[in-house]
């Protein structure tokens, strides 16, 4: 089992930017794969980007293409989002998640989250 732990959230103003932190601890070795998601008030939870681990092969949802950009820092065991020009929008909880195999349905290993607002 992997330990997602995410940070780097916050409270910005419209137009600012943000890095979000996911640093992966526990059976590491095995990830195959690590995402980025969302969820709003309301809302359902909503996919933002995701990485394989060790190819670097990078998937985004269309609606953060050109703000959001993820990457990974193996020998720290961490995933990053930046997310630059934040909307009001953007307001949500940001979670991130591990696929330990090629082979997996979903995502098995979830954080707890990091908030993220953005004021206008």
């Known amino acids: 089992q992997v330990h997602p732990v995410e940070s780097g959230g916050g409270l910005v103003q419209a137009g600012d930017s943000l890095r979000l932190s996911c640093a992966a601890s526990g059976r590491t070795i095995s990830m195959y794969r690590v995402g980025w998601f969302r969820q709003a008030p309301g809302k359902e939870r909503e996919f933002l980007a995701s990485?394989?681990?060790?190819?670097?092969?990078?998937a985004y949802a269309d609606f953060v293409k050109g703000r959001f950009t993820i990457s990974r820092d193996n020998a720290k065991n961490t995933v990053y989002l930046q997310m630059n020009s934040l909307k009001p929008e953007d307001t949500a909880v940001y979670y991130c998640?591990?696929?330990?195999?090629?082979?997996?349905?979903?995502?098995?290993?979830w954080g707890q989250g990091t908030q993220v607002t953005v004021s206008s």
């Open positions: 990485i394989n681990w060790r190819d670097t092969t990078t």
């Open positions: 998640a591990v696929k330990n195999y090629w082979y997996s349905q979903q995502y098995e290993d």
